[in-house]
């Protein structure tokens, strides 16, 4: 069996980042077994693993709860956000200096936190989010202070079609000329799915501008469905 470190480092960053620059997501499939998923699900009852608990009604989020992971992060989700930020880091370098941003990232995790403890973004943004029969969140996206990071993953800890029905992570490009444009995804259990935050770079005929995009999830039918975001800046609250 594969350590997670392992399945990182195999996973096919080239095709990744033509993905990421080319449609703005990119998914990577088995990169969970069913035990994490497992485990991570039945964590989800923990109340000392969390800083904070969202009922997302409340909030006019959509239906469902989530949950704000405390620091330290379990072991598995603390080597997925520094790993797989080095491999992004790149990516997000390159669509900063298309669209002429004068900004870059730094390639080590640890140094991109410090950052963001300068400007008090110091609390932990990774969440696990639970819907049941009804559930959906509606399109938004994860910007927690002045400081982010351009490209989040959440990870799939159920099968669709099988464990729930409905609940398709929905990403909506909104083109600065035309309507927005919907993108289904219905990515298997223990994949993780990489996506824009804010923009991404799209290529005009003067150049590349920003592609706006957000994220939710459509109404679960039937059954049960948790996933886990890991987004690589820290809050301010
Ligand atoms: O439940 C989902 O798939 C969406 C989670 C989400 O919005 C996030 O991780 O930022
Ligand atoms: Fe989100």
Same mark, same amino acid.
């Given at each position: 069996m594969n350590t997670i470190e392992e399945k990182i480092s195999s996973a096919d960053w080239q095709r990744v980042t033509e993905d990421m620059h080319e449609r703005g997501y990119a998914i990577i499939e088995n990169m969970l077994t069913e035990k994490d998923c497992a485990e991570l699900i039945s964590g989800y #009852?923990?109340?000392?693993?969390? /800083?904070k608990t969202v009922v997302m009604e409340r909030y006019r989020f959509g239906i469902g709860e989530y949950k704000y992971f405390n620091y330290p992060l379990p072991a598995l989700i603390q080597t997925i956000r520094t790993a797989v930020y080095s491999h992004l880091a790149p990516i997000a370098n390159t669509w900063m200096r298309v669209l002429q941003i004068g900004k870059q990232y730094p390639l080590v995790h640890e140094e991109f936190l410090s950052l963001c403890a300068e400007q #008090? #973004? !110091?609390?932990? !943004?990774v969440l696990i989010l639970k819907y049941g029969q009804g559930g959906f969140n509606t399109l938004h996206q994860d910007l927690y202070g002045d400081l982010y990071f351009p490209i989040q993953l959440v990870l799939f800890l159920n099968e669709p079609? /099988?464990?729930?029905e409905g609940g398709e992570f929905v990403l909506t490009q909104q083109n600065p000329r035309a309507q927005s444009k919907a993108i289904v995804l219905k990515p298997r259990k223990g994949s993780m799915l990489l996506f824009t935050t804010n923009f991404r770079p799209s290529k005009g005929s003067k150049g590349y501008y920003q592609m706006k995009m957000k994220h939710g999830v459509s109404e679960v039918h039937q059954g049960e469905r948790y996933a886990v975001g890991v987004i690589f800046h820290d809050a301010l609250t």
């Open positions: #009852q923990h109340p000392d693993s969390y /800083r #008090q #973004q !110091t609390k932990a !943004t079609g /099988r464990d729930y």
